[in-house]
């Protein structure tokens, strides 16, 4: 008996500990249909939705052309975040990419997806803008 409630001790600590929680506003951006060579950055927001600090360890992508950047301070309970993502644009057709985020969470690794196109050639009115900056 001594052993179950010292196991049910251990156990309600070990889950207070890691009480922190994304909430992500959306947990995939579909870039859609987009020029070759135009801006890849997007940005996932999410609130800690916990009780304790979220510390983001470090950030995955499935591939090299996609960097994610994770925030450098601890997120604080109910605060808002943000993960930066870019997607390198040069590359032409369809994509599918994961990010990994690895934090204290109480769901310790969290999977956000991005998709999309990029054109074979940049459109008219993108040309057009172009040639006008010069």
């Known amino acids: 008996?001594?052993?179950f409630f010292t196991l049910l001790f251990i156990g309600f600590i070990s889950?207070?500990?890691s009480a922190q929680e994304f909430k992500f506003e959306t947990e995939s951006i579909n870039y859609g249909k987009i020029d070759k060579g135009s801006n890849g950055e997007r940005v996932f927001e999410f609130?800690?939705?916990g009780n304790k600090p979220l510390i983001i360890k470090d950030i995955?992508?499935?591939c090299g052309c996609t960097v994610p950047k994770k925030p450098e301070k601890p997120i604080m309970?109910?605060?808002k975040g943000e993960i930066k993502v870019s997607y390198d644009t040069r590359r032409v057709g369809g994509f599918s990419k994961s990010i990994t985020i690895f934090s204290n969470a109480k769901n310790p690794r969290?999977?956000?997806r991005i998709k999309g196109s990029v054109n074979k050639e940049i459109?008219?009115?993108k040309e057009k803008s172009l040639l006008s900056d010069s």
């Open 1 to 3: 008996m001594k052993a």
């Open 123 to 125: 459109s008219l009115e």
């Open 60 to 62: 995955k992508s499935s």
């Open 77 to 79: 309970p109910g605060e």
């Open 15 to 17: 889950f207070a500990t």
């Open 47 to 49: 609130t800690n939705v």
């Open 110 to 112: 969290k999977i956000i």
